[in-house]
């Protein structure tokens, strides 16, 4: 036998599979399913399995089973026989007296009927608009809610909630759930993290789980900061400027967020730890057992870039204004407290440029804005939460999607590319479906097309 077919019969034998189906039977050695769970084993034996789990299963397994958690996931999502639903991996435990059960494992990574998505990397989308999450909802893993998304861009926008059909923020949720299915997860920010009866949270928590499911919903927790239940209003009245740094008040403040995720991933909550922009927060965020930490890029790159002009134009001009121009700006962005009009420019300039040292931002590392996306990655390949991903997040422009993926390209992310999520408007990730030569051969093909049978 040649070379050639010796690898042609290798490569077959690899490639065959087989079924749950196809180890029952009434003969000796063949499993035995168990009469209660038919119903529910009738979602899987037909689906294909690797040879070897055929073998490990036909050594292992005297009777068949499925778990409880697999009889709740087929009907919490009301799943045609046949198939098992998205958003959900197979596996098997291996129970007393040799019976095999079949599970369903929350994977967001996986399709219907255990099948693996296209790609590694995954796809989220920012909104709380169904009619814009509609088109797009076949190709998300995730959908990402805050209160600025649900009520700013949506409710209470008379032209994208069209005619004022919903009026409260569950009948949003609710219709999103329902255009989007099993396969998505669905991120959900608390109306108010600086509620300071506990209690009062897990109610409203709880509210969400029982709308989406414990399998979809997401919790999605920000950091805090310098903000706390008795100095928010600051941010809601008058010019809404803060009296604090960033990096100012107690440390019980800046640490809320934190131990907020960890107490509701006790009672059973993923986290979806958000508001992440600096490359140092994410080791404390991952003290937190997020399910989602993040990578907020769009506002990074823009404040470099003023920074950087800024400091520019006064090197080369000497003139304080630009200083001045700097401060302001440094205040806007909430760099400085809102008391720090007067601060001193010299020590302006050295602040500007302590943060693009740190931002890199003269370097590949930086020059792009994703230096956090790198450094992120870098920790989670490095941490022992096997589980968690980085959404990639607050996109805009040109080049912010277009530098992501050459980034996820780079020899040093290939294998961290299924521990990502790319999430954007959907109107932005539309953007890069098409390019200028798709209306070129369209023009080409319709008007060869036109009148022809």
């Known amino acids: 036998m040649s070379h050639l077919a010796v690898t042609t019969i290798a490569r077959e034998a690899l490639e065959m599979t087989g079924s749950l189906q196809a180890l029952i039977g009434t003969d000796e050695g063949n499993i035995q399913p168990i009469d209660k769970d038919a119903r529910y084993l009738n979602h899987v034996l037909h689906l294909p399995l690797k040879i070897e789990t055929c073998r490990k299963l036909r050594d292992l397994a005297k009777y068949l089973g499925v778990t409880d958690r697999f009889k709740d996931v087929i009907d919490t999502f009301h799943v045609p026989e046949g198939e098992t639903p998205a958003g959900f991996r197979l596996s ?10 079949v599970d369903l494992i929350r994977d967001i990574s996986y399709d219907k009927n255990g099948e693996k998505r296209p790609t590694k990397i995954l796809f989220s ?17 995730n959908l990402t809610c805050n209160p600025g998304i649900i009520y700013d861009l949506f409710i209470n926008n008379p032209e994208a909630n069209v005619g004022a059909k919903f009026k409260t923020r569950d009948e949003v949720m609710e219709e999103l759930g ?27 928590v709880s509210k969400f789980r029982e709308m989406l499911s414990p399998y979809r919903v997401v919790i999605k927790v920000p950091h805090t900061g310098s903000v706390n239940a008795e100095n928010v209003h600051y941010l809601l009245k008058g010019d809404k400027r803060f009296p604090l740094r960033a990096d100012g008040g107690s440390t019980e403040d800046r640490l809320r967020g934190h131990n907020l995720a960890l107490r509701l991933k006790d009672h059973g909550y993923r ?53 001045e121009e700097l401060r302001q700006f440094l205040l806007s962005a909430d760099y400085l407290a809102a008391g720090e009009t007067d601060f ?10 302590r943060i693009l040292k740190r931002r890199r931002f003269a370097e590949h590392e930086g020059e ?30 040109e080049d912010n999607y ?25 109107q932005y990730l539309a953007k890069f479906t098409s390019c200028n030569q798709v209306v070129s051969y369209q023009r080409r093909f319709m008007n060869a097309a036109k009148g022809q049978k």
Do not use: W
């Open 92 to 101: 098997y435990v291996l129970d007393k007296d040799r019976v095999v059960r």
């Open 125 to 141: 989308a920012d909104s709380a608009n169904p009619y814009e999450v509609a088109p797009v909802s076949n190709m998300l893993a």
């Open 178 to 204: 329902r255009i989007l299915g099993p396969g998505v997860d669905i991120s959900v920010e608390l109306n108010n993290p600086f509620e300071p009866d506990f209690e009062k949270i897990l109610e409203e």
């Open 271 to 323: 986290i979806n730890f958000t508001l992440m922009f600096d490359p140092y927060q994410a080791a404390m965020a991952l003290q937190a057992r997020p399910y989602f930490i993040n990578s907020f890029v769009r506002h990074r790159m823009h404040q470099s870039a003023v920074m950087r002009k800024l400091l520019d134009l006064y090197a080369v001009t000497d003139d304080s204004s630009y200083l």
């Open 344 to 353: 001193d420019l010299l020590e302006t300039r050295k602040m500007a440029k």
């Open 368 to 397: 792009d804005g994703l230096d956090a996306v790198r450094h992120n990655l870098r920790m989670l390949r490095g941490c022992n939460l096997n589980d968690t991903r980085l959404i990639i997040c607050s996109m805009e422009g």
């Open 402 to 426: 277009p530098d992501i993926l050459d980034l996820l390209t780079e020899p040093e992310f290939i294998d961290m590319n299924d521990r990502v999520v790319i999430t954007a408007e959907p």
